[in-house]
Every structure is written in C-alpha cells, then in structure tokens.
C-alpha cells in the first residue's frame, strides 16, 4: 500500500482539465513595477497589452497549437478586462479572415489601439466574459472595468450575456477587495465551472485572482507540489492543472463509462469468486 500513498484515483466524469492562464503584459505592470502607487492612477483605466505583451501573446499561441491544447479546449472564460480579453482571442482565437471565409470576429482590428488585425471566431471554441475570475477589486484604476456595451463592438463574438449589469458596480475607488474576499470569490468561481459541460476549459484571467484562489489548493500535497501550484504566474504563463470534484457536486454519470450485461445474461464467476466456493 506504501505504493500508492501518494496517489489518487478518481472518475473522469468528476475531473475537469482547466488551462489557466494570466494575462500578457498590460502597460500598467510595466509602469507599476517602477512605482507601485501608479496603480492608483486613472491613467492606467482598464489598461491595455503593450507591443511586448502581443509578442507573449504569439508565442503562447504558437505553444498551445504545438502541443494540441488548442484542439481540445471545449471552453474559454475571461475575465472582462481589455487586457485579459485581448490575451484570449490572441490566444486561443481562430485567427485572421484570409481565408474569405466570414465569420463573427472575436476582436476587431486594432480594438484597444492595439494595432492588431481582426481575429476571427472561425474553428475557435466558445468565449464568455465572467466577472468572479476578475482581478482584485478596488482602488488600482487597472483593475476598473468599462461599460459592457463598449467592450461588445471591440468583441462582438465573446459572450457578455451571463454579466448582469453595464456599468462597472463592483469596483469602488475607496475600498480594497480583501485577500479573503478574492479567495472566496475564486471558490465560487470553480463552483460555477461545475455547472458547465465541458470538461477541458481555458481561464483567462490575472495574477492576484490566481494567486488567492488557488492557495486553498494543495495542503494534501508534498510542498513541491503545493509550491507548484501556488507560486506567482508570469505574464502570460500557462499552467494546466487537473480540477477534481470530491464532494458529489459534478454528475454522476459519466459519457465514457459502459454499464455492461448489454445484452442481459448470467455474467461467469470470477477466479475470487470461484476459490470462495
């Protein structure tokens, strides 16, 4: 038994695969990583990616196309930031219209004064927009979001529908999100990715956010393994990671498994059975 003490087992049906990835670089980190307080600057509202920013955005698409993740992805969820949003279509979109073929694009040419093609929608999964996997609330004007009804003409293939309000009411110029209220607000997050279908989904989201949520992961785990998951993400760090459901809240039935006896009939003893008798 010393063999497998470390290890797990559970039923597919209960496992999602989640590719979790934080935003490329936003001027704001280049800016904040001089001088902290520029945070607080309205200048850096819903800071967009910077030219360096778009390169980490095409070398993790090179990457995710490579290595067949793209081709699995059944789901992308954003956050609803312009530097988050660009990240994902950059990312995980269908690529340009070349091909004349049309479809809705995921991102319009130069939306945020990126000076970037349109991307289009075709052969890309699904992408909404969610508030919980927002980064953390409050006070840094990067973190302020702006009205849904600018972002829909710049993203016209992402879906807003599950964001009840235009206006940007969680954020508050005065008062700091906790990191406890972020961790919860992650927990509530993964509780909703039970809810959905898909089994292998793609999180486009930002570093405090993962941070805080995922630090509730990995006290049943050897420090290596905490360590891996917990520690700070790059700009545009991918990491994938298996989310499993312990608590009898995903289906209980499962696409892959087979129940047997299809046709019905006596099924043979096995050999336990067989040294029983």
Same mark, same amino acid.
């Given at each position: 038994?010393?063999?497998?003490?470390?290890?797990g087992?559970?039923?597919l049906?209960?496992?999602?695969?989640?590719?979790?990835?934080?935003?490329?670089?936003?001027f704001?980190?280049?800016v904040?990583?001089?001088d902290?307080?520029?945070?607080?600057?309205?200048e850096? &509202?819903?800071?967009? =990616?910077?030219?360096l920013?778009?390169?980490?955005v095409d070398?993790?698409?090179?990457?995710?196309?490579?290595?067949?993740?793209?081709?699995?992805?059944?789901?992308?969820?954003?956050?609803?930031?312009?530097?988050?949003?660009q990240?994902?279509?950059?990312? /995980?979109?269908?690529?340009?219209f070349d091909?004349?073929?049309?479809?809705?694009?995921?991102?319009?040419?130069?939306?945020?004064?990126?000076?970037?093609?349109?991307?289009?929608?075709?052969?890309?999964?699904p &992408?909404?927009a969610?508030? =919980?996997?927002?980064?953390?609330l409050?006070?840094?004007w990067c973190?302020?979001?702006?009205?849904?009804?600018?972002?829909?003409?710049?993203f016209p293939?992402i879906? /807003?529908?599950?964001?009840?309000?235009?206006?940007?009411?969680?954020?508050?110029?005065?008062?700091?999100?906790?990191n %406890?209220?972020?961790?919860?607000?992650?927990?509530? &997050?993964?509780?909703?990715?039970?809810?959905?279908?898909?089994?292998?989904?793609?999180?486009?989201?930002?570093?405090? /956010?993962l941070?805080?949520t995922l630090?509730?992961?990995?006290?049943?785990?050897?420090?290596p393994?905490? %360590?891996?998951i917990?520690?700070?993400?790059?700009?545009c %760090?991918?990491?994938?990671?298996m /989310?499993?459901?312990?608590?009898?809240?995903?289906?209980?039935?499962?696409?892959?498994?087979f129940?047997?006896?299809?046709?019905?009939?006596t099924?043979?003893?096995?050999e336990d059975d067989?040294?029983k008798?």
């Amino acid at each position: 038994m010393d063999a497998v003490r470390g290890q797990g087992m559970y039923p597919l049906h209960r496992c999602k695969t989640i590719h979790l990835v934080r935003h490329a670089q936003g001027f704001h980190n280049v800016v904040g990583e001089k001088d902290h307080s520029a945070y607080m600057s309205p200048e850096l &509202f819903d800071a967009a =990616l910077t030219p360096l920013g778009w390169q980490q955005v095409d070398n993790l698409r090179k990457h995710v196309h490579s290595k067949g993740i793209s081709r699995k992805i059944e789901i992308v969820v954003v956050s609803p930031l312009l530097r988050t949003m660009q990240t994902a279509v950059g990312v /995980f979109g269908g690529g340009g219209f070349d091909d004349g073929i049309k479809a809705a694009p995921l991102m319009t040419e130069n939306a945020g004064e990126s000076d970037r093609p349109a991307i289009s929608s075709l052969n890309a999964p699904p &992408f909404v927009a969610m508030e =919980l996997c927002r980064e953390r609330l409050g006070v840094h004007w990067c973190d302020k979001r702006k009205n849904i009804t600018e972002y829909k003409p710049l993203f016209p293939a992402i879906d /807003f529908s599950v964001i009840e309000t235009d206006e940007d009411t969680l954020w508050t110029l005065d008062v700091r999100e906790a990191n %406890e209220e972020v961790a919860e607000r992650g927990q509530k &997050f993964l509780n909703w990715l039970w809810t959905r279908e898909e089994s292998e989904i793609a999180i486009v989201t930002h570093s405090g /956010f993962l941070i805080h949520t995922l630090s509730a992961y990995g006290d049943d785990c050897q420090p290596p393994v905490k %360590e891996e998951i917990c520690r700070q993400f790059n700009n545009c %760090e991918l990491r994938s990671m298996m /989310f499993v459901d312990r608590s009898m809240v995903a289906s209980s039935s499962s696409k892959n498994n087979f129940p047997g006896k299809i046709p019905d009939g006596t099924d043979a003893p096995s050999e336990d059975d067989v040294e029983k008798n």
